[in-house]
């Protein structure tokens, strides 16, 4: 399994980016799908998750500008980042948690992380 994430880049404060993570490989289901980042010196944090029916869920400080959203059909989760400012300057990555059969045929559940996409915003 494998989820590939895209999209990042160089932006003003006030612009928009939109990132992509693509899961691919052998497995039965996606579960819940979401974006975290990381800036330098700081820990790990959640942006936004949306669950297997569509429902997203943010963190406070992305609210009214960020966007999840996901496309089942095409194993694809998305982030519309709009109003950027410098604080939204971090390396981010996609998550999901999928199943897969394990060797015995029993179905497991595991979170999968996709590298990091870095988005800087410039002031």
């Known amino acids: 399994v494998q989820l590939q994430a895209f999209g990042g880049g160089l932006v003003q404060a006030g612009g928009s980016l939109r990132l992509t993570c693509v899961a691919s490989g052998t497995f039965v289901r996606i579960h819940d799908m979401g974006w975290y980042r990381q800036a330098p010196g700081h820990e790990r944090e959640l942006v936004a998750l949306v669950l297997v029916t569509g429902r997203p869920m943010y963190a406070d400080s992305v609210k009214d500008r960020f966007t999840i959203s996901r496309d089942n059909a095409k194993n694809t989760v998305y982030l519309e980042m709009t109003s950027l400012e410098p604080e939204d300057t971090a390396a981010y990555y996609c998550?999901?948690?999928?199943?897969?059969?394990?060797?015995?045929?029993?179905?497991?559940?595991?979170?999968?992380w996709g590298q990091g996409t870095l988005v800087t915003v410039s002031s």
């Open positions: 998550t999901a948690n999928l199943s897969r059969l394990d060797p015995n045929g029993r179905l497991r559940e595991d979170g999968f």
